[in-house]
């Protein structure tokens, strides 16, 4: 049985994360998909090619993508190369306080250049990527011209 995880399941956006795919057959190809929905409800997604080692795995951490949004060892690749499906758009986190980005991840066998949306991955997950730490106040300020927020930690 495939299985794609995140650790840690749920984490700041600047923390790195540990990928890992496992339960696949030795040297099977795969493609490994990141995507969200960013508050205006646009989509970014990346995508990066593997061949699974001798155990069955795959950790972008220490296999190189063959290609796709990225190739070579990047760990947070998937995360890094979002692009988003309509020109000219930029991620952006406007809620940073009160939300996360979910972030899922899914895992499809072989090589997968366009998503067809009836197609099932072999398995998914999701993580959760904050911009604010727990209990971290956020503070509006305007004085004069200058425009801001302080975030004070708790």
């Known amino acids: 049985m495939v299985e ?24 099977q190809l795969i493609t490994l998909r990141a995507w969200l929905k960013d508050e205006q409800g646009e989509c970014f997604q990346s995508r990066a090619f ?3 080692d001798g155990a069955g795995e795959v950790d972008p951490g220490l296999h190189a993508a063959l290609g796709g949004s990225y190739s070579g060892v990047w760990p947070m690749g998937l995360l890094w190369f979002l692009q988003p499906d309509t020109l ?7 809620d940073v306080a ?25 398995a998914s997950c999701e993580a959760e990527r904050w911009y ?22 708790p």
């Not at 000219?88 to 406007?94: A, Q």
């Not at 009160?98 to 072999?122: A, I």
């Open 4 to 27: 794609v995880t995140v650790t840690p399941q749920s984490s700041l956006a600047d923390r790195p994360v540990q990928i890992r795919v496992r339960g696949l057959s030795p040297s």
């Open 50 to 52: 593997f061949r699974a």
């Open 88 to 94: 000219f758009r930029r991620l952006v986190k406007r």
């Open 98 to 122: 009160g939300s996360p980005f979910r972030v899922r991840l899914e895992v499809f066998d072989g090589l997968c250049l366009d998503m067809d949306p009836r197609e099932q991955p072999l």
């Open 132 to 153: 604010v730490g727990p209990g971290v106040q956020r503070v509006p300020i305007r004085e004069g011209r200058v425009r801001g927020a302080l975030f004070l930690p």
